[in-house]
């Protein structure tokens, strides 16, 4: 076996296992969120839908600058220092009271994930081959799915002792999965070709197909924030 055949199929359970601290770290604290804020501490379902709309619209509508800074300074630092800003996230959230402390922490892990998110999924490009692509998303989607009801089943039951044993296990995860990308992602490039900011988008903005499959994962986003702010509801 080749080095480059080697690095691909060892790149696929790196992804595997790296997507699978990153779901379960997501999804152990977010889905709790609402459930803490507005029906434990009696907040305004509105200051908590703001902190959920606020992390969706920074890691979203952002990403496209974190890509551009992992094209240039490689994936590996940008998704190191994504995940630990995303743990620094949730251990403010932890102590959060007051309305502001919450909404800075989630500023701060949807910083964390426009630093991450788009050089990961650049990664899966690159690791593999394009007659694989599509049985590998589905493969992680999959793990989504499965990660997404472990995460928020352990979270409920953390709950229950402590919300800060929840943003605890959600920190945890993000710095063991930085550790994890540390040790063991090579220091890769995603580009080999330096090109300005303005002339990629450029070229994003003039494939329409990719625009439209863009506006049409809008909706989805606004409903997952939806989904979150109303857990409470559908909890009692």
Same mark, same amino acid.
Not at 91 to 113: K, Q, R
């Given at each position: 076996?080749?080095?480059?055949?080697?690095?691909?199929? =060892?790149?696929?359970?790196?992804? =595997?296992?790296?997507?699978?601290?990153?779901?379960?770290?997501?999804?152990? $604290?977010?889905?709790?969120?609402?459930?803490?804020?507005?029906?434990?501490?009696?907040?305004?379902?509105?200051? $908590?839908?703001?902190?959920?709309?606020?992390?969706?619209?920074?890691?979203?509508?952002?990403?496209?600058?974190?890509?551009?800074?992992?094209?240039?300074?490689?994936?590996?630092?940008?998704? $190191?220092?994504?995940?630990?800003?995303?743990?620094?996230?949730?251990?403010?959230?932890?102590?959060?009271?007051?309305?502001?402390?919450?909404?800075?922490?989630?500023?701060?892990?949807?910083?964390?994930?426009?630093?991450?998110?788009?050089?990961?999924?650049?990664?899966?490009?690159?690791?593999?081959?394009?007659?694989?692509?599509?049985?590998?998303?589905?493969?992680?989607?999959?793990?989504?799915?499965?990660?997404? $009801?472990?995460?928020?089943?352990?979270?409920?039951?953390?709950?229950?002792?402590?919300?800060?044993?929840?943003?605890?296990?959600?920190?945890?995860?993000?710095?063991?999965?930085?550790?994890?990308?540390?040790?063991? =992602?090579?220091?890769?490039?995603?580009?080999?070709?330096?090109?300005?900011?303005?002339?990629?988008?450029?070229?994003?903005?003039?494939?329409?197909?990719?625009?439209?499959?863009?506006?049409?994962?809008?909706?989805?986003?606004?409903?997952?924030?939806?989904?979150?702010?109303?857990?409470?509801?559908?909890?009692?």
């Amino acid at each position: 076996m080749s080095r480059v055949s080697q690095a691909r199929s =060892l790149g696929k359970y790196f992804l =595997l296992v790296d997507n699978m601290l990153v779901v379960l770290g997501f999804f152990v $604290v977010f889905p709790l969120i609402s459930i803490r804020f507005v029906d434990q501490m009696g907040w305004a379902a509105l200051m $908590v839908g703001i902190a959920l709309g606020l992390r969706q619209l920074v890691q979203q509508g952002l990403g496209v600058f974190g890509g551009a800074i992992a094209d240039r300074f490689g994936a590996k630092p940008m998704i $190191v220092t994504g995940m630990l800003l995303r743990a620094a996230g949730f251990a403010t959230m932890a102590i959060a009271h007051e309305p502001w402390v919450l909404w800075f922490s989630c500023f701060l892990s949807g910083i964390g994930g426009t630093l991450f998110d788009p050089p990961r999924t650049a990664l899966v490009v690159k690791l593999i081959r394009p007659q694989h692509r599509g049985r590998f998303f589905s493969i992680l989607m999959m793990q989504d799915s499965a990660g997404a $009801v472990v995460g928020a089943l352990l979270g409920s039951w953390l709950l229950q002792y402590d919300f800060r044993l929840v943003c605890a296990t959600g920190a945890v995860l993000f710095i063991l999965c930085a550790l994890f990308n540390g040790l063991y =992602l090579p220091a890769w490039k995603l580009s080999t070709v330096k090109a300005p900011v303005r002339e990629g988008l450029g070229r994003v903005l003039s494939d329409k197909r990719f625009v439209t499959y863009v506006l049409t994962l809008t909706g989805y986003y606004m409903l997952a924030v939806q989904v979150d702010a109303d857990a409470t509801d559908h909890g009692e």
